[in-house]
């Protein structure tokens, strides 16, 4: 089943910012790693994918740096910054809290919480 696309705009900045607290990743990696650890449920094109880390950056959320690579080519990396760790505890509480409610609702079936 196809996730609604508000449903996927709302979970992909906290999605993003979740990958990036693990380590840093550049834009191609970021698509393949959405799109691989949410079978499919996240998956975000680049021309999706790259406004959203713009918007983030743009916040504070994440900074971003050039790396050039042996073959001379650059590929921007980008990493949470601090008050992008703030932002990110605060939006997975949101995030628990509604699933909490909506399996209060029967509507979502209870997980254990990863960490």
């Known amino acids: 089943m196809k996730v609604d696309r508000e449903l996927v705009r709302g979970a992909g900045p906290l999605a993003v910012l979740q990958l990036l607290k693990r380590r840093e ?6 698509v393949e790693a959405l799109s691989h ?3 499919g449920v996240l998956a975000l094109g680049q021309s999706t994918l790259y406004p959203l880390l713009y918007s983030l950056e743009a916040k504070g959320l994440v900074e971003s740096r ?8 650059k590929r921007r990396y980008y ?9 990110l505890a605060d939006q997975r509480a ?5 699933f909490t409610a909506m399996a ?3 509507l979502v079936s209870p997980k254990p919480q990863e960490g």
């Open 37 to 39: 650890r949410t079978d």
């Open 104 to 106: 209060g609702l029967g």
């Open 66 to 73: 050039w790396v050039t690579l042996p073959s001379g080519r």
């Open 94 to 98: 949101q995030w628990q809290e509604l």
């Open 79 to 87: 990493r949470i910054t601090p008050v992008g760790a703030s932002e």
């Open 25 to 30: 990743m550049y834009g191609y990696q970021l």
